[in-house]
């Protein structure tokens, strides 16, 4: 039965900045891309919340426990896609790019979120968060409990790519995206952070044709060795 210092590996006097730099910490250690699973990624933001929001911190049956923060938490996965509207930060409306074949969707529909929104999808695949300042995309999902697909989070690669249906979204320079790509509103989630108040992104693209080849594996730097 772990406490939430237990589960980011610090100790109980640690100061913000400790439990923010364990919380990127271990979220890269247990996201389902790098060899971990959903539920280990649930319970590491779980217990940064808790932490966060000053609740009790006991364990039970090795799972977080006390009242859990409440929905307006900027750290709250959202209900409904619903946010505080004093809250600073760019709205954003995501939908998965898996979703779209089961319900025989295209990338270029005018309506696409309109369907998205009256097909009663789950948070998972469907909804609305804040990006908040100093947060890149990818970065402000996970911080809102998803685990979006990732690998090198240095613009190395194309797995964690998103499709920018409506709005802006700036580009650092130093990426691996061709022009082609760009020039489709293709953005990289690690790196890019909102340019306009709301903005609509299709997440989990990196098999769109042109971006396949641009993937890693997943924990590839657990798997290369000096002598590779």
């Given amino acids: 039965m772990d406490s939430p210092f237990e ?23 247990v996201h389902p891309d790098q060899g971990g699973s959903a539920a280990e990624f649930n319970r590491v933001r779980s217990a940064y919340e808790m932490i966060k929001e000053g609740h009790p911190i006991e364990a039970v049956n090795g799972e ?12 709250s996965v959202p209900d409904d896609g619903d946010e505080d509207e004093d809250e600073l930060g760019s ?5 998965n790019y898996e979703v779209l074949d089961d319900h025989g969707w295209d990338l270029g529909d005018d ?4 369907k998205a929104a009256a097909a009663n999808l789950p948070h998972e695949d469907y909804g609305q968060f804040l990006v908040q300042e100093n ?16 690998a090198c989070r240095g613009g190395a ?9 409506e709005g ?15 020039d489709s509103d293709i953005r990289l989630s690690c790196m890019g952070a909102p340019l306009t108040d709301n903005m609509k992104v299709i997440f989990n693209v990196k ?3 042109g971006l396949d080849e641009l993937r890693l594996p997943p924990y590839p730097f657990e798997q290369a060795h000096m002598n590779d």
């Fill in 64 to 75: 977080v426990s006390g009242d859990t923060p409440s929905s307006s938490s900027s750290a």
């Fill in 111 to 114: 309506d696409l979120f309109e």
């Fill in 91 to 95: 709205k954003i409306e995501y939908l």
């Fill in 157 to 165: 690669c194309a797995n964690c790519a998103v499709a920018v249906f």
């Fill in 207 to 209: 098999h769109l044709p």
């Fill in 7 to 29: 589960i980011l590996g610090i100790e109980p006097d640690a100061d913000d900045a400790e439990v923010d730099r364990a919380f990127r910490r271990r979220v890269i250690e």
């Fill in 168 to 182: 802006e979204m700036d580009t650092p320079g130093d990426h691996i995206l061709p022009s082609t790509m760009l």
């Fill in 135 to 150: 947060e890149t995309l990818l970065e402000a999902a996970e911080n809102r409990g998803y685990a979006w697909p990732y």
